[in-house]
C-alpha cells in the first residue's frame, strides 16, 4: 500500500529530548537566575548538551556549577573543562576544601567529603543569588529520587520535603518561589540509565575516558572496587592489583566504585547495560549504603 502521509511520530530518544529542551527553556524564561550543577559526568554533559541544543545559536544563558570534593578523577575534571571551554559558558566551583577551611562546614572527622557537598553546595547558591538549580538526578537512579517532581521545591533552608511537592499535571510545572526559597529542577528525571547512553551514542557525546574499560590498580571494600590513591589508600588486609574496569557513575573517588567490564565502546557498553539489574548508584556509590533511607536522608538535607 501506498504511505498517503509523513509519519510524523518520535522515536523515544527524541521525545525524551524534547521533554528536557522545554523545561529548560521554560526554566529560563521563569526564574530570575538559573544555574546548571556541571560534575562533568554522564548525566550532567548530557543535560549540558541539551542546554546547548535548547539555546543554538545563543549561548547557554545561565553559568555552571561545579561542588568539588577536592577528590574528583583527573579524567572527569579535564572532560568538564573541554565541555566548558568549547561551549564558552561560565563555570563556578564551590569547593568542599575552601568551604572547611573557611568553617562553612565543619570537618567532625567522620563526614565524608561527599556528605561535605551538601553545605558547600547550598552556600554557593546563596551566595550567587540562584533561584533555580538544574540537576541530573533521574527516577530509575534510587528509591528517593524515584519521589522527585520535574521542579523539586526547597525552602529557605535548601531542604526537601517529600510530602511538600507540588502537582505536575499535563507537564505543568509551579515555579512560585517566596524569599529564600529556591527550586531543584531535573529535566531529565524520566531519563533511563540506557537513554543516557543511547543518546551519548546517537549524539556522538565526549565523555570521561573512565566510563569505558581500561586498566585500574583496585581494591575491594564493603563489596565494591575502589580506585588506590593517595587519598584512598588500602586498610589492613587489603590487597590492590590492577583489573580491567570501568565506571558506571562518578564522584568522590574515595567512595565510587568501578565495575570489572570489557566494554570498550558505547554499544558494548550499551549490550553490558541492558541485561544489568542493579542500578548504577546502587552498584557503585558507597555514600548509598549507609542505611536504606541514605539518599533521602541527604536530599532532606539539602543534596540533590
Known amino acids: 500500500m501506498t504511505a498517503t502521509h509523513v509519519d510524523y511520530r518520535l522515536s523515544q530518544l527524541d521525545q525524551l529530548e524534547a521533554e528536557s529542551i522545554h523545561i529548560f527553556r521554560e526554566v529560563a524564561a521563569e526564574f530570575e ?4 550543577m556541571f560534575s562533568g559526568g554522564k548525566d550532567s554533559i548530557v ?9 543554538y545559536p545563543a549561548k547557554i544563558p545561565f553559568p555552571v556549577l561545579q561542588v568539588d570534593t577536592g577528590y574528583d578523577f583527573p579524567e572527569v575534571l579535564s572532560t568538564r573543562d573541554n565541555w566548558v571551554d568549547r561551549l564558552g559558558v561560565r563555570l563556578i566551583v564551590a569547593s568542599v576544601e575552601e568551604a572547611l577551611a573557611k568553617g562553612i562546614v565543619v570537618d567532625d572527622g567522620k563526614t565524608s567529603r561527599n556528605r561535605h557537598q551538601i553545605g558547600t553546595l547550598l552556600n554557593a547558591l546563596e551566595e550567587g543569588g540562584f533561584t533555580a538549580a538544574f540537576g541530573g538526578g533521574r527516577r530509575d537512579e534510587e528509591k528517593a529520587r524515584a ?3 520535574v521542579y523539586s521545591h526547597r525552602d529557605e533552608f535548601g531542604q526537601w520535603d517529600p510530602k511538600n511537592q507540588r502537582p505536575e499535571l ?9 524569599e529564600g526559597e529556591h527550586m531543584r529542577i531535573f529535566p531529565i528525571s524520566n531519563w533511563t540509565e540506557l537513554d543516557i547512553w543511547d543518546y551519548i551514542g546517537r549524539e ?3 565523555i570521561p575516558s573512565i566510563y569505558f574499560s581500561h586498566q585500574r590498580r583496585v581494591f575491594e571494600r ?3 572496587l575502589l580506585t588506590e590513591s593517595e587519598f584512598n589508600p588500602c586498610k589492613d588486609g587489603e590487597v590492590a592489583e590492577e583489573r580491567t574496569v570501568r565506571f558506571r557513575t562518578v564522584g568522590d573517588l574515595t567512595l565510587t566504585g568501578c565495575v570489572e567490564s ?3 565502546t558505547v554499544p558494548q557498553i550499551i549490550e553490558e547495560i541492558a541485561v544489568a539489574r542493579v542500578t548504577e548508584r546502587g552498584a557503585t ?17 539539602g543534596y540533590f
Open 33 to 36: 537566575k538559573p544555574v546548571l
Open 47 to 55: 543535560m549540558m548538551r541539551l542546554a546547548e541544543k535548547a539555546f
Open 147 to 149: 519521589k522527585e517532581r
Open 170 to 178: 499535563w507537564s505543568l510545572y509551579n515555579g512560585r518561589l517566596h
Open 204 to 206: 556522538g557525546i565526549e
Open 222 to 224: 564493603d563489596g565494591m
Open 262 to 264: 570489557e566494554a570498550a
Open 285 to 301: 556509590r558507597g555514600d548509598d549504603r549507609f542505611s536504606e533511607a541514605a539518599m533521602e536522608d541527604r536530599k532532606k538535607e
